[in-house]
């Protein structure tokens, strides 16, 4: 506005005088694109400034003593990427116990620097693909129950199946369940109406949400859970984690 009222009395003053008058349109010209270059930077800054603000106070509102602090964007040694890998079918607890279905992916085709990473819940982005031309098989579970390996041949793009999507990783041993191995397991946040176990799957990790704890019921991890979830969605909802869903 500053601008503009000083831009008025430059103009007044030289009205008269047509040599003025034609410089005084060229600098009209500069001055406004500037004024609006500047206005659309103001506007663009709060925006972002608003938004960060909404999200930090979401995550707040949740916050456990346990969670680590999350940085305005990811910091070494994140992020961290793999390239596409097998979803291969684990327990089942996941949504047949829990209601939260995961991707469970095998170690030993990820990165050292993933294998490596402390025990605990990760946030990042996941791209999910189906594998053309495969029938679907039958195979058997740790626990001995068999499962049907569709390739993701029910993913669907209406759907939004294969977008890149928001998800936590868990990397750990279950404690709750006793179990005595190390898993990667994903939770991808979205509906799936299908599973798509001998799909890949494509993932970065952008920071890490809190360490692997031990539960005394099945409502308390539940709840932790949803937690992360809703923490993983505020963080990557903000501008500098939004721009790496471009990495996959």
């Not at 793009?157 to 936590?168: I, K, S, T, W, Y």
Request: a neutral charge; charged letters at 25%; glycine letters at 6%.
């Amino acid at each position: 506005m500053l601008i503009l009222a000083v831009q008025a009395l430059w103009l007044r003053k030289w009205r008269f005088d047509p040599v003025k008058r034609s410089q005084t349109r060229v600098v009209k010209v500069s001055m406004f694109t500037w004024a609006v270059y500047v206005s659309l930077l103001l506007v663009l800054a709060g925006t972002f400034l608003m938004r960060r603000n909404t999200n930090t106070d979401i995550i707040d509102s949740f916050k456990r003593e346990v969670d680590l602090p999350i940085p305005a964007q990811p910091s070494p040694p994140f992020p961290l990427v793999t390239e596409y890998c097998d979803i291969v079918c684990g327990f089942g607890r996941g949504s047949a116990e829990l209601g939260i279905p995961t991707a469970n992916v095998p170690i030993e085709q990820l990165p050292k620097d993933i294998n490596d990473l402390d025990l605990g819940v990760y946030f990042g982005f996941a791209h999910i693909k189906a594998i053309d031309g495969r029938e679907p098989s039958v195979e058997t579970r740790r626990d001995g129950r068999t499962v049907i390996y569709n390739y993701g041949r029910y993913l669907s793009e209406a759907n939004g199946d294969l977008f890149v999507l928001p998800m936590v990783l868990s990397v750990g041993k279950n404690p709750f369940y006793g179990n005595d191995f190390k898993t990667m397991e994903l939770h991808v946040i979205h509906d799936f109406k299908n599973d798509f176990y001998g799909a890949k799957v494509k993932f970065n990790i952008l920071g890490h949400i809190r360490p692997e704890l031990n539960y005394t019921t099945k409502e308390a991890l539940i709840e932790d859970i949803n937690i992360d979830i809703r923490t993983a969605q505020a963080v990557l909802a903000t501008p500098p984690y939004q721009a790496f869903e471009r990495q996959l």
